[in-house]
T-cell receptor
Framework: GAGVSQTPSNKVTEKGKYVELRCDPI?????LYWYRQSLGQGPEFLIY????????DSGLPNDRFFAVRPEGSVSTLKIQRTERGDSAVYLC?????????????FGPGTRLTVL | DAKTTQPPSMDCAEGRAANLPCNHS???????VYWYRQIHSQGPQYIIH???NNETNEMASLIITEDRKSSTLILPHATLRDTAVYYC?????????????FGSGTQLTVLP
């Protein structure tokens, strides 16, 4: 079946601009996670959704970052007033249920470059 | 979540077993050991997880020491496509969803 997809695969923007990154989880997966990966480092957790609600947004670095999942499926990560330090690969993952040992399946990521 | 320690890099000859160690000396009783890998320019891929018993699936085997303070991921016959960064992660099995806390991982290079 189809895996997690993310669009765009690459995004180049200028400092100060607004960007939206999209994640399509595996159909039927109720939990959705966003991570950010800087060069040479492991992914870092940003936010997790259970259904439509953000159950844990403790990883969002500041209030310029926001994410939504209005219908409990597709999610959009929104970054306002982008800064050069926001450049990274943004990864999305989904899992069938929330919690326990449920496996997270990752998408290929969106590479964001802020000039 | 407990912290893990992995060597930054390892080499393995193609066709040989790759044994990737991980120390997690502060692991608590309800925490599982998970292994993911990330091939260059791709998202992380789940490999295997375990609590205290050894586990095996089509990709790998996971050996957890009796005191659960360390584990080894074994790729029985490494191929060039197994070249990747391998992450050992410790996470709770509690009811709430658990984000994964990645470290720096081990860069495994399989040599021809």
């Amino acid at each position: 079946g189809a895996g997690v997809s993310q669009t765009p695969s690459n995004k180049v923007t200028e400092k100060g601009k607004y960007v939206e990154l999209r994640c399509d989880p595996i159909s039927g997966h109720t939990a959705l996670y966003w991570y950010r990966q800087s060069l040479g480092q492991g992914p870092e957790f940003l936010i997790y959704f259970q259904g439509t609600g953000a159950a844990d947004d403790s990883g969002l670095p500041n209030d310029r970052f926001f994410a939504v999942r209005p219908e409990g499926s597709v999610s959009t990560l929104k970054i306002q007033r982008t800064e050069r330090g926001d450049s990274a690969v943004y990864l999305c993952a989904s899992s069938l249920i929330a919690g326990g040992t449920d496996t997270q399946y990752f998408g290929p990521g969106t590479r964001l470059t802020v000039l | 979540d407990a912290k893990t320690t992995q060597p930054p890099s390892m080499d393995c000859a193609e066709g040989r077993a790759a044994n990737l160690p991980c120390n997690h000396s502060t692991i608590s009783g309800n925490e599982y050991v998970y292994w993911y890998r990330q091939i260059h320019s791709q998202g992380p891929q789940y490999i295997i997880h375990g609590l205290k018993n050894n586990e095996t699936n089509e990709m790998a085997s996971l050996i957890i020491t009796e005191d659960r303070k360390s584990s080894t991921l074994i790729l029985p016959h490494a191929t060039l496509r197994d070249t990747a960064v391998y992450y050992c992660i410790v996470g709770s099995s509690s009811g709430s969803a658990r984000q994964l806390t990645f470290g720096s991982g081990t860069q495994l290079t399989v040599l021809p």
